[in-house]
């Protein structure tokens, strides 16, 4: 079956730990994207990916990194810099970056602060 | 840029009443509009997507959706609430990226209440 995976489903970050979460797609899209979901706030976008080995920022990069070393992958690190890193995070990957395009998300993963 | 306002964060329906769900769009140039559904604790599916033409845009599980240009909305219906119509709801709008992109910008989102 076609899809997008994120893992894990569940991530538990320690004060001044990086963590990366996973996002893999098998549907052949160009685009990926990473969101944030905060309760109460819809989801906003932190970085996106047109095309492999190219990325941009979105409305709330500040604290994130990403790579897109290959087409079906496109993690995401939270790293220390971010202070409040406590919200859903979800995938996303669309054919192509044109607008008007179908965006399809993944399953999310909770991020959670000890 | 563009916005998307979703009036109402909750919503409460008998089951077998009509759904309707608010969404008004600002937005420069012609939108392309969505709707999404998320479970909890789950991404957002895709309901329904306007881009050109036919103004009422049918979804799956029996929603719709009609764009009205003069009124700058695109709400969302279903005429009889079934117990597993209960989620959020997203309303979404797509715009362009300055250097090519695809934004989907969001409402704040609905949260559906189906009583029986």
């Known amino acids: 079956d076609g899809g997008i995976t994120q893992s894990p489903k569940y991530l538990f970050r320690k004060e001044g730990q990086n963590v990366t979460l996973s996002c893999e797609q098998n549907l052949n899209h160009d685009a990926m994207y990473w969101y944030r979901q905060d309760p109460g706030q819809g989801l906003r976008l932190i970085y996106y990916s047109q095309i492999v080995n190219d990325f941009q920022k979105g409305d709330i990069a500040e604290g994130y990194s990403v790579s897109r070393e290959k087409k079906e992958s496109f993690p995401l690190t939270v790293t220390s810099a971010q202070k409040n890193p406590t919200a859903f995070y979800l995938c996303?990957?669309?054919?192509?970056?044109?607008?008007?395009?179908?965006?399809?998300f993944g399953p999310g993963t909770r991020l959670l602060v000890l | 840029a563009q916005s998307v306002t979703q009036l109402g964060s909750h919503v409460s329906v008998s089951e077998g009443a009509l759904v309707l769900l608010r969404c008004n769009y600002s937005s420069s140039v012609p939108p392309y509009l969505f709707w999404y559904v998320q479970y909890p604790n789950q991404g957002l599916q895709l309901l329904l997507k306007y881009t050109t033409g036919a103004t009422l845009v049918k979804g799956i599980n029996g929603f719709e959706a009609e764009f009205k240009k003069s009124e700058t909305s695109f709400h969302l219906t279903k005429p009889s609430a079934h117990m597993s119509d209960a989620a959020e709801y997203f309303c979404?709008?797509?715009?362009?990226?300055?250097?090519?992109?695809?934004?989907?910008?969001f409402g704040t989102g609905t949260q559906l209440k189906v009583e029986l």
């Open positions: 979404a709008v797509s715009d362009g990226i300055t250097g090519g992109g695809n934004k989907l910008t």
């Open positions: 996303a990957s669309s054919t192509r970056s044109g607008r008007g395009e179908t965006q399809y």
